[in-house]
Structures are given as structure tokens and as C-alpha cells.
């Protein structure tokens, strides 16, 4: 162990406090929230140049990464409800679940999409003329895909 001067308020810390850190560090890493969704990978700035200028219009990188996590949001809170069994959800979420289940269709099994009302129900993003903009630059950069029919728009993660 190397000792370095000390100017009389600064604390050196023994082998046996060291030791009693690092198993507190390490709960921490196993605690983390395991995802339910694959989630959006976030736009690189050399993605976000390759975006022809009619298409961004006044949108900065900022502003179309923080509607990426929107709906990476989203997503996660959508199947965290879905993955779950169903005698476990309250009234609104068995509601929820059971609207999941009928957006559901065969060329969506085995991937996560969401739907406009997805976002609305948990985000507090507006779905305007800008948005739309935002979604039209997301699937240009390949990170979803819109899969039309049965009267819904899905976003399909890609």
C-alpha cells in the first residue's frame, strides 16, 4: 500500500475497511432491474449527420435521443405488464394486458412493438406533427419498422 502525505482532514483507509467495501459494491451490481424489453439503441451523432436536413427540419441530436428513451420506456413498462402473470395484475393492468394481447398479430410474435397508445399511456410525450417527424428519422436510421393493419400503427424495435 502506498502512503501519500496527508495534509491532516484527509482519512486513509485500512485493508479491513477496504474489504468491507467492496462486498457493498457488488449487492449493488446484482440489484439492478432485470429487463423485461430489448430496448432502442440510442443515435450516434455520425447516424444523426446521415439524416438528410428535410427530414430533421429544427430536431437536435438531444431532443431525438430523449425520444428514443421515450419509448424505450415505453416498451419496457409495456412488457413488464405482459410478462407478468395474470392473476398478479390489478383491474387496470389485466385491462392493459388485455389490450396488448389483441394488438398482437401473427407477424409481430416474438417481437416488441408499441403503438401510439402505448406511448401516450406511459410517457408524457405529445404525439404530434414533430413526433411523427421524429419516428419517420428513427425508422431512416433503422431502428424500428411500422407494421399497418387491423386499424393500428405498431412500431416494430429493430
Do not use: W
Request: aromatic share 10%.
Amino acid at each position: 500500500m502506498f502512503l501519500l502525505p496527508l495534509s491532516g482532514n484527509e482519512h486513509v483507509m485500512t485493508k479491513k475497511e477496504a474489504a468491507e467495501v467492496q462486498p457493498a459494491q457488488t449487492d449493488d451490481v446484482k440489484k439492478t432491474n432485470k429487463s423485461y424489453a430489448r430496448e432502442m439503441e440510442f443515435i450516434t451523432m455520425p447516424e444523426f449527420e446521415k439524416i438528410p436536413q428535410y427530414m430533421k427540419g429544427r430536431v437536435s441530436y438531444d431532443q431525438l435521443n430523449a425520444a428514443v428513451q421515450s419509448i424505450n420506456t415505453a416498451v419496457t413498462a409495456k412488457y413488464k405488464i405482459f410478462h407478468q402473470s395474470v392473476r398478479s395484475l390489478n383491474n387496470h393492468s389485466r385491462k392493459l394486458y388485455q389490450r396488448f394481447k389483441d394488438q398482437e398479430m401473427k407477424d409481430t410474435k416474438g417481437q416488441y412493438f408499441v403503438v401510439e397508445d402505448d406511448i401516450r399511456e406511459f410517457t408524457q410525450v405529445r404525439l404530434d406533427k414533430r413526433f411523427q417527424g421524429i419516428l419517420n428519422m428513427l425508422r431512416h436510421c433503422q431502428r424500428l419498422r411500422e407494421l399497418r393493419g387491423g386499424g393500428l400503427t405498431r412500431f416494430l424495435l429493430l
